[in-house]
C-alpha cells in the first residue's frame, strides 16, 4: 500500500524558510510525479511545485523564485524548501505523487507565516 508522509511544517515568521520533505513508501516503481499542493483556510486546494521523474519543474506563479522543489528518487523522497515565506504561504501542505495513473495523498502538514 502506497503511503506518503510529510514532515517539516511549523510556524515561521515572514522572510524566514521552511523545509518540507515527504517520504513515499509501498512501491517497487518510481513515482512519474511527485509534489506538493496547499489549502488555505476558506481556499481550494491549489498546485504549489511538481517535478517529474526526469527532474523537469513545474511552480506555481506565486511561488517563483521562492520555493524549490527535489526528488531523490533513490529513496522516493521529495523536498519543498521554501524561502521568503509570506502570510499568504500560510496553509496546509499536501505531498502528492502519481504512478500508473493513480494518484496519491499525504495527510498534510500545517505551515504557519506569522509574526
Known amino acids: 500500500q502506497v503511503q506518503l508522509v510529510e514532515s517539516g511544517g511549523g510556524l515561521v515568521q515572514p522572510g524566514g524558510s521552511l523545509r518540507l520533505s515527504c517520504a513515499a513508501s509501498?512501491?517497487?516503481?518510481?513515482?512519474?510525479?511527485m509534489g506538493w499542493y496547499r489549502q488555505a483556510i476558506t481556499k481550494e486546494r491549489e498546485l504549489v511545485a511538481t517535478?517529474?521523474?526526469?527532474?523537469?519543474?513545474n511552480y506555481a506563479d506565486s511561488v517563483k523564485g521562492r520555493f524549490t522543489i527535489s526528488r531523490d528518487n533513490a529513496i522516493d523522497t521529495v523536498h519543498l524548501q521554501m524561502n521568503s515565506l509570506k502570510v499568504e504561504d500560510t496553509a496546509v501542505y499536501y505531498c502528492?505523487?502519481?504512478?500508473?495513473?493513480?494518484?496519491?495523498w499525504g495527510q498534510g502538514t500545517q505551515v504557519t507565516v506569522s509574526s
Open positions: 517535478i517529474t521523474s526526469g527532474g523537469s519543474t
Open positions: 502528492y505523487a502519481t504512478l500508473g495513473g493513480r494518484d496519491y
Open positions: 509501498g512501491s517497487i516503481f518510481s513515482f512519474d510525479l
